[in-house]
């Protein structure tokens, strides 16, 4: 009998433990997109910029401060931005976190890349391997990666960076931290400019849309639809080359799961979506009239998106593919 | 013991317990239904209801509201009158359905299908579910089986479920620890649910829960037997092994179709057989109509209150289930041995 009492009770404990995390991560990743829009505009990590060009550069990240010496040539990465980032800068990562899957990343990093070591999965890269690369910066995401930041410290200075769950605003205050721990600002700064000018003149090639639909960008996944809102990468993104996001940012939980009547609620004029399973709630949504009723699907404009350029990619290349592509296929279903 | 638990518990109370068990069908299923995104006045609630969806919200009632409260109820019900079955032929109270491997071979296929062959998924995920679960089941059965004379004892039963159950669970693990990358996609054959239910879900599950619970029923007098303890139901006749064969059998059928349609969701198999045991007593006759309409409206309420847990956002009613499962039971346990 004691038994049957402890079983329960312990599922009990695990559950309202697990719930409380759930909700301990969705509180902290809401502080760390703000702190990341507030870095877009200079304050924050950007605010640093004139730690460029000194040997010894303190670099402050959303996990402390870290001093980086000299120009880093051993870098290893745990996200795509990052080796976006940093190739982008003529740095070639010695160790990447591509989930081993090289095509995971997408074709124009991958060509930058050229050679590196896969340190396994972006969510538990392994830590072996990274010793054995001997970096002299390490660079992993603040959210996914915060565990392992102490270990990581102790073999090389560490960075932690915005890129899962952070808008653009965001993961460019990182791309630009990451430019000063590199030592190269004024190359990250041109890339920043850079993709602000591609966006902008994006915006202006869809200028000649009758109206600017409101879109809404999820990712769909066997008996999943993850809606991502104005706080999530790609629609904000979106937002940049003028296309409303239909629904309206939520720091607290860039992404979160819809249902149906949710979603014919919410009314997308436009759809992106990432599929990472064949069958997938799309799939079987088409078959409900009130599916085909959705201003995005009335008006043919559910488009069908990779998920590496999409969701799994965020950074500078990565922006600039989202939103040519999406111009591209707003432009061609006019 | 029938005749002793008849006396305590007079024919009136159990017909009480029957129509209070119906109208809490009935009025979670009317919350429910009430219940979503979109604000649907109760008006045109009862007019989706009669057959006129004319209206956006009447067609939201009658296309996506309706089926998932069938599904749930259809599901809930089935679940609580495999319990009874399962907890009568194994002579246990804590055997819930999901132990025959049943769940666990559910989720390991379509694990397996999702991580390793995508190929796999691109049939159906419900049918791939329905393989693994009657595979597992049909191993259990098979472990369970083998003693030598005695044919099918109780205790094989739970420990061949069991074996096979946390067999495939940790495979499962594996499968996910080692591809990460697609670890998104299986997160609903863990927990499960039943907020993505359609039409096409509530017409696969209605026929087989509808003839599973009814498959149940027909076991009822000789799950009372076997209640009476192994020996005395041999004597009065009954082939116990059989029956206990045939109960594992219904138990993995009802089970294999409930997991396919909402994945695996806990707790309702095992609570509701006890909350209804506390009303009726435990003559299967009773018990197991009493079970599968509580264990409806449970179900119904559960996924009715995902709604509230992170709105505009929905849980699956699996996570609803569990919370709202175990402190009941942790209240049972502990008054139970209070009662001791």
């Given at each position: 009998m004691k038994f049957s009492i402890l079983r329960p009770a312990a599922i009990a404990?695990?559950?309202?433990?697990?719930?409380?995390?759930?909700?301990?991560?969705a509180g902290s990743t809401g502080s760390q997109g703000a702190a990341g829009l507030s870095g877009g505009?200079?304050?924050?990590?950007?605010?640093?910029?004139g730690q460029c060009g000194k040997t010894d550069r303190t670099i402050t990240h959303a996990l402390g401060t870290t001093t980086v010496k000299g120009d880093p040539s051993h870098v290893v990465v745990t996200e795509f931005s990052f080796a976006d980032g940093a190739s982008l800068l003529g740095v070639r990562p010695v160790g990447v976190a591509d989930d081993s899957d090289r095509n995971r990343i997408i074709e124009p990093i991958r060509e930058r890349l050229g050679?590196?070591?896969?340190?396994?999965?972006?969510?538990?890269?392994?830590?072996?391997?990274?010793?054995?690369?001997?970096?002299?910066?390490?660079v992993i995401d603040a959210k996914r990666n915060a565990d392992i930041y102490p270990q990581l410290s102790a073999m090389a200075p560490t960075i932690a960076l915005t890129s899962q769950e952070g808008d653009l605003a965001a993961n460019i205050a990182a791309m630009r931290a990451l430019g000063q721990a590199l030592n190269r600002c004024a190359e990250m700064e041109k890339a920043v400019t850079g993709l602000q000018d591609k966006l902008a003149s994006i915006r202006t090639r869809i200028d000649g849309l009758p109206a600017k639909p409101k879109a809404l960008f999820a990712v769909a996944a066997d008996k999943t639809f993850t809606a991502h809102n104005g706080a999530a990468f790609v629609p904000s993104v979106l937002s940049a080359i003028g296309l409303e996001p239909a629904l309206p940012a939520d720091q607290a939980q860039p992404q979160a799961d819809m249902g149906l009547e949710t979603l014919v609620a919410t009314a997308p004029e436009a759809m992106f979506i990432a599929n990472y399973t064949p069958q997938n709630p799309i799939t079987a949504w088409r078959?409900?009239?009130?599916?085909a009723g959705i201003p995005a699907v009335a008006s043919n404009r559910l488009f069908s998106v990779d998920p590496d350029v999409w969701a799994r990619n965020r950074g500078v290349t990565a922006a600039e593919m989202v939103a040519e592509q999406a111009a591209d296929f707003l432009l061609s279903a006019k | 013991m029938t005749a002793t638990v008849r006396r305590r518990h007079p024919a009136r109370p159990?017909?009480?317990?029957?129509?209070?068990?119906?109208?809490?069908?009935?009025?979670?299923?009317v919350w429910h239904l009430t219940l979503g995104a979109v604000h649907v006045p109760a008006g045109e609630v009862i007019s989706a209801l009669t057959g006129h969806a004319s209206t956006p919200g009447e067609m939201i009632v009658a296309d996506i509201r309706?089926?998932?409260v069938l599904v749930a109820l259809a599901v809930g019900a089935a679940l609580a009158a495999a319990g009874?079955?399962?907890?009568?032929?194994?002579?246990?109270?804590?055997?819930?359905?999901?132990?025959?491997?049943?769940?666990?071979?559910?989720?390991?296929?379509?694990?397996?299908?999702?991580?390793?062959?995508?190929?796999?998924?691109?049939?159906?995920t419900v049918a791939l579910a329905l393989c693994g679960a009657a595979a597992a089941g049909c191993a259990v059965l098979a472990l369970a089986g083998r003693s030598k004379g005695s044919g099918l004892r109780e205790n094989r039963l739970i420990l061949g479920g069991v074996t096979v159950s946390a067999l495939l669970l940790s495979l499962t693990q594996g499968l996910i620890i080692f591809h990460e990358n697609n670890a998104e996609s299986v997160v609903y054959w863990l927990v499960g649910g039943v907020n993505l239910s359609?039409?096409?879900?509530?017409?696969?599950?209605?026929?087989?829960?509808?003839?599973?619970?009814?498959?149940?029923?027909?076991?009822?007098?000789?799950?009372?037997?076997l209640a009476l303890g192994e020996e005395m139901a041999r004597s009065l006749g009954q082939r116990v092994a059989l029956v206990r064969l045939c109960g594992a059998a219904l138990v993995i059928l009802i089970t294999g179709a409930c997991v396919a349609v909402a994945g695996p969701i806990g707790f309702v198999g095992l609570v509701v057989p006890h909350m209804a045991r506390r009303l009726v007593g435990s003559d299967h006759v009773r018990l197991l109509p009493v079970s599968a309409l509580f264990g409806g409206a449970l179900l119904v309420l559960a996924d009715a209150v995902s709604h509230f847990v992170n709105p505009p956002n929905e849980v699956p009613a699996g996570v609803v289930t569990a919370l709202l499962g175990a402190p009941y039971f942790v209240w049972l346990a502990r008054r139970d041995r209070k009662s001791a």
């Open positions: 404990l695990l559950l309202v433990t697990s719930l409380a995390a759930c909700g301990g991560t505009t200079g304050g924050g990590a950007g605010g640093d910029a050679d590196y070591t896969s340190v396994g999965l972006r969510k538990s890269p392994s830590l072996p391997v990274i010793a054995s690369l001997r970096p002299d910066l390490i078959a409900n009239k009130l599916f | 159990w017909l009480t317990a029957a129509a209070g068990g119906l109208a809490l069908v009935v009025a979670a299923a309706l089926p998932r009874v079955v399962m907890q009568g032929v194994t002579g246990n109270p804590l055997a819930a359905p999901d132990l025959l491997g049943v769940t666990a071979g559910a989720s390991f296929a379509v694990v397996l299908a999702l991580t390793v062959v995508p190929r796999l998924a691109e049939v159906s359609q039409w096409r879900e509530a017409w696969t599950i209605l026929p087989v829960a509808l003839a599973g619970i009814a498959g149940c029923l027909a076991m009822a007098g000789r799950l009372n037997v």
